[in-house]
């Protein structure tokens, strides 16, 4: 069986173990908490309202006899309590439920005040006969109505819904169970779910849970399991899901049957859910005493764990979890920070749980990225390079590159340096350093396909990836001249194209090519920077081309305006005289193809003049 680890995530509150405060008076029947307080319910009639730390705030009379159940409502600063009153005839029942507005407080005496009472309802009545209540829940819908369920120990349960304070209300009755046996049929826990518009109710006896789809009329039953559980035994979750919990296993319900369950051997004296966590009151048969759990099912941890008295009620309020024992005696439990978790797993280097951790706690990029690098940081002192490099590439957008680049560096680590560069360069985090440094990593690896892969992209995302200048620099240092051609070409940057063919490669035949095929201008502007190379080692090739640039010739579709007015757009042969500053004979030659081929041209005055 799986062993779960246990932390001390949470600590007590307020000085540890309190007492529930002696102005409380009586038993406690019930108890309920919302809007900053705890509210308790009492055998003698009393409830009481207690603030932060449990301090006593004020208490009133809400029933002549027991308080049975009590809900403190959120929406709304209302109070719903069952009880029992004075029995006005033998024919009406003396329970009564009713709705207390704690915003207006009535006078009462000379020293105190109690809560307006706004709404008194007798719940049984000749159509609803009398039966024990086991179980009551309060569902606020849209103010000012509700929506009450009353679980009751024959196996069914009285609805009431409307605005109880004007008496605008509708009753309908619920039947889980038709076992004749009443003691196997009581209604031992109750669930509202809410989907939408879509509103559900979980009804479980101690064999069976039910699903009613309110939003049917009548309701319609769906049996989702032969199997219930006792009293303090249910709960739900913040995700609407319900929880059961049975000697052997705590189960989840959704609204198509049995989900996921955690075997946690042991009665199950309470459940509880709060931010996430599994709150669980066990029995331990073997010492007769009772341990309380604080589960974390996503991490699969026990986040507090402590013994405890007999508890009669779990709370949770101010952020904080609050248990109440039989004997009147409390105990807050509040989470930790999570500074002060991490720190605690850190100490054990249990760095995949901190990990879990902050990401089921949904901390932010930053925080998550802190973790993760102190987690590479301890498998980087361990050698253990690879998962130290994982951890280190989700750091990434958060964590200096620099940091792991160093480490890399300094290890000679190569391979983990090339792959935390490349994932920098896809995430578009790349400096032309680090461009340049992942080009040098493929280079001194001569890993050609990792090269072609990373110049040649056809995702269209390559030119953004790298700085075009830096990968033409460092492919053409390491001779990997073919690649820094395919860079300038594919980024349009002919003047770099020609000087890798002209300069490294002296491909002059193949430069005189790729300037033909260029735009008259382009052409213009690559023949100028590089034309006193070609005229070195291909002089005819390159007049070839300065003729078609300085004449009409290929453009005669152009040629619809005057000529003239045309040939005063083309390039001089002015403005290439530079390129035959060493070769006179080859000057002579252009210049006379020149005149011979243009006549009457403003060029040819300047060439004469010149």
Known sequence: MYQWRKFEFFEEKYGGKSKIPEDVSGKIECCSSGRGKVVIGSDDGTVSLLDRGLNFNFAFPAHSSSVLFIQQLKQRN??????????????????????????????????SSIPDCIGILRIFTNQFPQAKITSFLVLEEAPPILLIAIGLDNGSIYCIKGDIARERITRFKLQVDSVSDKSHSSITGLGFRVDGHALQLFAVTPNSVSLFSMHNQP????????????????????????????????????????GPCWAFEGEKKFLGWFRGYLLCVIADQRSGKDTFNVYDLKNRLIAHSLAVKEVSHILCEWGNIILIMTDKSALCIGEKDMESKLDMLFKKNLYTVAINLVQSQ?????????????????????????????????????????????????????????????NLHKKGLASKDHTTLLLNCYTKL?????????????????????????????????????????????????ELYLKILLEDLGRYDEALQYISSLEPSQAGVTVKEYGKI????????????????CTEDGESAKQESSSSAYLSMLPSPVDFLNIFMHHPQSLMDFLEKYTDHVKDSPAQRKIRSA
């Open 362 to 422: 949904q901390a932010d990029a930053a925080a998550t990225a802190e973790v993760l690098r102190k987690y590479g940081d301890h498998l980087y002192s361990k050698q253990d390079y690879d998962e130290a490099m994982a951890q280190y590439i989700n750091t990434i957008g958060h964590l200096e590159p620099s940091y792991v680049i160093q480490k890399f560096l300094d290890a000679q680590r190569i391979y983990n340096l090339t792959n935390y560069l490349e």
């Open 78 to 111: 209302f109070l719903v309590t069952v009880g029992e009153d004075e029995q006005i005839s033998p024919q009406q029942s003396a329970m009564c439920l009713k709705v207390f507005d704690l915003d207006k407080m009535q006078p009462e005496g000379t020293s």
């Open 534 to 549: 070609l005229i070195d080692h291909r002089p005819v090739e390159t007049i070839e081309i300065l003729l078609r640039l």
């Open 219 to 258: 309701p319609r039953r769906q049996m989702l399991d032969q199997i219930g559980s006792n009293v303090n035994s249910v709960t739900m979750s913040d995700r609407s899901e319900l929880i059961i919990g049975r000697p052997e296993a705590v189960y989840f319900y959704e609204v198509d049957g049995r």
């Open 446 to 494: 001569k890993d050609v396909d990792k090269l072609n892969v990373f110049i040649k992209s056809e995702d269209g995302v390559g030119e953004h990836m790298f700085d075009v200048e830096t990968a033409i620099r460092v492919c053409r240092a390491a001779n990997y001249h073919e690649h820094a051609m395919y860079v300038a070409k594919k980024a349009g940057r002919h």
